[in-house]
T-cell receptor
Framework: DAGITQSPRHKVTETGTPVTLRCHQTENHRYMYWYRQDPGHGLRLIHY???????DKGEVSDGYSVSRSKTEDFLLTLESATSSQTSVYFCATRAGAENIQYFGAGTRLSVL | QKEVEQDPGPLSVPEGAIVSLNCTYSNSAFQYFMWYRQYSRKGPELLMYTYSSGNKEDGRFTAQVDKSSKYISLFIRDSQPSDSATYLCAMKESSQGAQKLVFGQGTRLTINP
């Protein structure tokens, strides 16, 4: 257990509204990641962070932004939610000698 | 074409059977290979981690990597109903830097009592 808490766990929102998902970790890990999981696609990387204020894009970053103002918190923002962003979002941190990624429980987002 | 291909199943087998799960990949730079298990409505959890070609065993689970064929497998012996989950293969190129993981689609497995 890498001490990852995602909030909210479930959210329903309307098209065009901004949405922010939070990932909180208690282990002081340097790297944090945001993924989305959709049927037929497995997990795809949205953005990742390698330190406070240090972030970079992943495979499916369009329509998403991230921020990391503290080591323990990594925020994912959907600037103007669309139905195509309905998905399950997972946060992960990386730890250990083998740099294993550990995942949170996920946030289930529905955009209507 | 996806970098990592995994048969999504679903796969249903009787309790006690040997299960074989497989992934193929196209990127020859992948060096590190993982299998994650994901129960319904939960986050993925690491099951097996291997580097380069060969076999690795952990209890009832064996991970196999064949880099020449770009093919990895996970074998589950004496399968139990508690093994029912989605199994995701994942791989990465490097042990340095961002270490982005590329996942397969996941295979949904059901073990019937």
């Amino acid at each position: 257990d890498a001490g990852i808490t995602q909030s909210p766990r479930h959210k329903v929102t309307e098209t065009g509204t901004p949405v922010t998902l939070r990932c909180h970790q208690t282990e002081n890990h340097r790297y944090m990641y945001w993924y989305r999981q959709d049927p037929g696609h497995g997990l795809r990387l949205i953005h990742y962070s390698y330190g406070v204020k240090d972030t970079d894009k992943g495979e499916v970053s369009d329509g998403y932004s991230v921020s990391r103002s503290k080591t323990e918190d990594f925020l994912l923002t959907l600037e103007s939610a669309t139905s195509s962003q309905t998905s399950v979002y997972f946060c992960a941190t990386r730890a250990g000698a083998e740099n294993i990624q550990y995942f949170g429980a996920g946030t289930r987002l529905s955009v209507l | 074409q996806k970098e990592v291909e995994q048969d999504p199943g679903p796969l249903s087998v009787p309790e006690g059977a040997i299960v074989s799960l497989n992934c193929t990949y196209s990127n020859s730079a992948f060096q590190y290979f993982m299998w994650y298990r994901q129960y319904s409505r939960k986050g993925p959890e690491l099951l097996m981690y291997t580097y380069s070609s060969g076999n690795k065993e952990d209890g009832r689970f064996t991970a196999q990597v064949d880099k020449s064929s770009k093919y990895i497998s996970l074998f589950i012996r004496d399968s139990q109903p508690s093994d029912s989950a989605t199994y995701l293969c994942a791989m990465k190129e490097s042990s340095q830097g961002a270490q982005k993981l590329v996942f397969g689609q996941g295979t949904r497995l059901t073990i019937n009592p």
